[in-house]
C-alpha cells in the first residue's frame, strides 16, 4: 500500500509541477502582453498645436501660436506658461503675486480613434499698456477658457469661442493633434 500511495503522490507532484509551470508560462505571456502594451502607450507621443486667433468685426486682428508635446496615459498633464508675476500689495504691508500672460493646460486621453481633450487656458493681460510700469494697482483683463471636447488627430478642434465685453473682439482657441511617432 505505500508503494501505491507513493506512486499516487509522484503523479500528483508531477501534475501539480506542470500546472504551476503552464500557469507560471501564461503569466509570463501576460507580463510580456502588458510591457509591449505599456510601451506601445509610451512610443505614442503626440504635439497639441494651439492657435489663439482674435479677430473685430470679423476681422482678424491677432494670432498667437503656441505648442506641447504630450503622452496621454504617461503624464497626468501638461502646461504651458509664459508671462510676469506681477506684485500687488493686498494689505498694507503684505504683498502678494498674480501672474499675468499666458497659462495652457491640457491632459488627453486615448478614445478610440479621437482623443478626449482637456483644455484651460487662461490668458490675463493689463486694461491699460501704462499700467504695466505703475506702482498701482494693476486693472487686469482675463479671458479664460475650460473645456472638454474630442479630437481627432490632423484636424483642427476649435476648443472654444469668447466675447470681450468691453470691445467688438472676439477669441477663438483651436488645437491640433499631430501623432509625433
Not at 70 to 92: H, W
Not at 131 to 138: D, F, G, I, L, V
Not at 139 to 150: F, M
Request: charged letters at 25%; glycine letters at 4%.
Amino acid at each position: 500500500m505505500t508503494k501505491k500511495f507513493a506512486v499516487w503522490m509522484a503523479v500528483i507532484a508531477v501534475t501539480f509541477a506542470l500546472a504551476v509551470a503552464a500557469r507560471a508560462q501564461e503569466t509570463t505571456k501576460e507580463i510580456a502582453k502588458a510591457r509591449a502594451e505599456d510601451s506601445e502607450r509610451v512610443a505614442a507621443a503626440f504635439r497639441l498645436d494651439f492657435l489663439l486667433s482674435e479677430s473685430e468685426e470679423g476681422r482678424k486682428i491677432n494670432t498667437r501660436h503656441y505648442s506641447m508635446n504630450l503622452v496621454p496615459g504617461y503624464a497626468p498633464s501638461n502646461e504651458i506658461k509664459i508671462g510676469s508675476r506681477v506684485p500687488v500689495e493686498a494689505k498694507q504691508g503684505d504683498m502678494q503675486y498674480i501672474d499675468v500672460g499666458t497659462n495652457i493646460w491640457s491632459r488627453m486621453t486615448a478614445r478610440g480613434d479621437a482623443f478626449e481633450l482637456e483644455v484651460r487656458a487662461d490668458l490675463t493681460n493689463f486694461a491699460n499698456a501704462e499700467q504695466e510700469s505703475q506702482r498701482a494697482m494693476p486693472l487686469l483683463r482675463q479671458l479664460r477658457i475650460d473645456a472638454s471636447t474630442l479630437a481627432v488627430p490632423g484636424k483642427p478642434t476649435v476648443v472654444g469661442v469668447v466675447d470681450d465685453p468691453n470691445s467688438k473682439r472676439q477669441f477663438q482657441l483651436e488645437v491640433t493633434v499631430t501623432k509625433l511617432r
